[in-house]
Antibody, heavy 121, light 106 residues
Framework: EVQLVESGGGLVQPGGSLRLSCAASGFTFSSYWMSWVRQAPGKGLEWVANIRKDGGEKYYVDSVKGRFTISRDNAESSLYLQINSLRAEDTAVYYC??????????????WGQGTLVSVSS | IQVTQSPSFLSASVGDRVTITCRASQDISSYLAWYQQKPGKAPKLLFYLASTLQSGVPSRFSGSGSGTEFTLTISSLQPEDFATYYCQQFKASPYGFGQGTKLEIK
């Protein structure tokens, strides 16, 4: 069974940092692109970033470029999102999602339960 | 690439046929996915490549379109279908979502 479990969210002050983690199981993690998607409270979905299966390519939405860094550890089947210089508008539930099919990105077929990041003083 | 969904809200009854439209600001071929999201839950994939039904999704759901205009149709609404629906383009990064369509019970 495919499982994605996020962790690392919490309350942080503006300008602060957090590292989100996503533990993957039930599939060959190193064969898939992986993404982060966020959802502000009461708002729609926003794609944030994705990373190629070997970590060699990374893409970001403009609003997070230079502040967020996506990375992965295939040996640990884990995906990460380092978020720096946090702003109030970064407050959201952050989802880890698998890109589908293997080696491509046509959809996100599995999602984690999400981890809440709240930015407030 | 901007993705625009319509309508933003839709009120319908059990048994109704409903259609949601997604328009892309440029040609995205068939690189479009549809999701269903219920409150407090992660999105669920319904379709990828515009019309390929994800395993386990009921056949009352259908997806169509290519280029810049796409539709999601539910042929006969069931109580469990009342949710928010999103489209997402996968032609080019960033893989933006539509703003969502909230389907409510009339």
């Amino acid at each position: 069974e495919v499982q994605l479990v996020e962790s690392g969210g919490g309350l942080v002050q503006p300008g602060g940092s957090l590292r989100l983690s996503c533990a993957a199981s039930g599939f060959t993690f190193s064969s898939y692109w992986m993404s982060w998607v966020r959802q502000a409270p009461g708002k729609g979905l926003e794609w944030v970033a994705n990373i190629r299966k070997d970590g060699g390519e990374k893409y970001y939405v403009d609003s997070v470029k230079g502040r967020f860094t996506i990375s992965r550890d295939n040996a640990e089947s884990s995906l990460y999102l380092q978020i720096n210089s946090l702003r109030a508008e970064d407050t959201a539930v952050y989802y880890c999602a698998r890109d589908y099919p293997a080696a491509y990105s046509y959809a996100h077929d599995y999602w984690g339960q999400g981890t809440l990041v709240s930015v407030s003083s | 690439i901007q993705v625009t969904q319509s309508p933003s809200f839709l009120s319908a009854s059990v048994g109704d046929r409903v259609t949601i439209t997604c328009r892309a600001s440029q040609d995205i071929s068939s690189y479009l996915a549809w999701y269903q999201q219920k409150p407090g839950k992660a999105p669920k994939l319904l379709f990828y490549l515009a019309s390929t039904l994800q395993s386990g999704v009921p056949s009352r759901f259908s997806g169509s379109g290519s280029g810049t205009e796409f539709t999601l149709t539910i042929s006969s609404l069931q109580p469990e279908d009342f949710a928010t629906y999103y489209c997402q383009q996968f032609k080019a990064s960033p893989y933006g979502f539509g703003q969502g369509t909230k389907l409510e019970i009339k």
